[in-house]
């Protein structure tokens, strides 16, 4: 059967490319531009159950690209302090390809997917940091992230046609997340002498969230929360 026949290897195909741009406003101002674009196909098989049986193997494929733009205006204000404000944006489309085989579950298993990933980012930030004497520096920054996700799945039978019977409920359903977070970070130090340096730091991030892929019926087509740190 097509569903249980693959080689036992992984294709991967990318490119990508950067620019880095620093322009020098005045003496005292510089603005940093910072570009990328990376695009990728990976092709694999994967045993799903790990056993000797030839059941519960997944032919995948993963169409993906990704830009972002960060601009960053660098200040420094007096002497002893230093500022950055910024702002971020990234999109990534991804396409899922894929064909499961899962005739252990109790009603078998066999749908094709290719489903459409949608995920883009935009961020505000800034930092700023004192040294109000010599040996000591004072650091705090913030950072504002919104994100949005959506996953649309596709349930076929393996002709790529026909709906699969139980999870053809699914076909054209999109899940979404949309999410924001306000991260920040404070540090204070204080060098005692060239080899030694004291310091206490706080700060918060997190792991975005995002949309379950494997769902079984529209009601688990839904976001989960990210992770905070």
Known sequence: LVGTQGPDES???????????????SEWAQLQSITAYREWNL????????????IGLGENRLDYWFWSQELRLNLAVHDTVDLTFGGYYSDTPTTYFTFQDIRYAVIPLQFQGNDPVNADNWAIFGTGI?????PLTITAGLRYTEEHKDYTFFRKQQDG????????????????????????????????SPEVLAYVTTATGFKGGGIGPRPFNPAQARGFDPEEL
């Open 11 to 25: 294709t991967f195909e990318g490119w990508g490319i950067a620019a880095n741009i620093d322009v020098d406003l």
């Open 43 to 54: 092709d694999f098989f994967a045993d799903d159950d790990l056993s000797p049986a030839s």
């Open 130 to 134: 004192w040294n109000p004497i010599d």
């Open 161 to 192: 046609i026909t709906l699969n019977p139980f999870l053809g409920a699914l076909d054209g359903v999109t899940g979404v997340y949309d999410g924001s977070q306000l991260d920040y970070r404070l540090s204070v130090d204080y060098r005692f």
